[in-house]
């Protein structure tokens, strides 16, 4: 509609710029990683908000994630990975391993007091209640402590 957002590239050399999201749908949260450019858009069949990849060498722009349920929310790029809400869970969508699911705290409430009979640090409700996260978090990477 009339609000929806775009996404373009300026060219400085040129003083040019491309709208490379020309179309109806929300294209919002640009995200550029190599030669493309992520982004979060509702134009798929389901008009949801899902990921989006656009390349910089093809110009061409295709679907990476097919959330039907629910809307995708506050889509981030680190250096290999993207992580965003869709939900009410957190999902880690690497580059280099595939979607890997996370729950929230919000899920984690009851399981994170009783875990830590309400004194304990988020890392330890974490490895007690799911321990499948924790060993691929830590297959991963990733620094996880219980508290002590």
Same mark, same amino acid.
């Given at each position: 509609g009339g609000w929806a957002a775009h996404n373009w590239i300026y060219n400085f050399e040129k003083g040019t710029a491309e709208n490379i999201t020309d179309n109806p749908a929300n294209d919002e949260f640009p995200m550029w990683h190599?030669?493309? @450019?992520? *982004?979060?858009?509702?134009?798929?069949?389901?008009?949801?908000?899902?990921?989006?990849?656009?390349?910089?060498? +093809?110009?061409?722009?295709?679907?990476?994630t097919n959330f039907t349920d629910f809307d995708i929310h506050f889509?981030?790029?680190g250096p290999d990975d993207i992580v965003f809400e869709a939900g009410g869970k957190l999902v880690n969508t690497s580059f280099k391993w595939g979607? @890997?699911? *996370?729950?929230?705290?919000?899920?984690?409430?009851?399981?994170?007091?009783k875990a830590t009979g309400?004194?304990? +640090?988020?890392?330890?409700?974490?490895?007690?209640?799911q321990s499948d996260t924790v060993s691929t978090m830590k297959s991963q990477g990733f620094s996880v402590q219980s508290a002590g």
């Amino acid at each position: 509609g009339g609000w929806a957002a775009h996404n373009w590239i300026y060219n400085f050399e040129k003083g040019t710029a491309e709208n490379i999201t020309d179309n109806p749908a929300n294209d919002e949260f640009p995200m550029w990683h190599g030669n493309t @450019i992520y *982004f979060l858009s509702d134009r798929g069949k389901d008009e949801r908000a899902n990921i989006w990849a656009y390349d910089l060498s +093809t110009k061409q722009t295709r679907q990476l994630t097919n959330f039907t349920d629910f809307d995708i929310h506050f889509p981030s790029l680190g250096p290999d990975d993207i992580v965003f809400e869709a939900g009410g869970k957190l999902v880690n969508t690497s580059f280099k391993w595939g979607p @890997i699911m *996370f729950t929230t705290l919000t899920d984690m409430g009851n399981a994170f007091s009783k875990a830590t009979g309400g004194s304990g +640090t988020l890392a330890s409700a974490i490895a007690t209640t799911q321990s499948d996260t924790v060993s691929t978090m830590k297959s991963q990477g990733f620094s996880v402590q219980s508290a002590g």
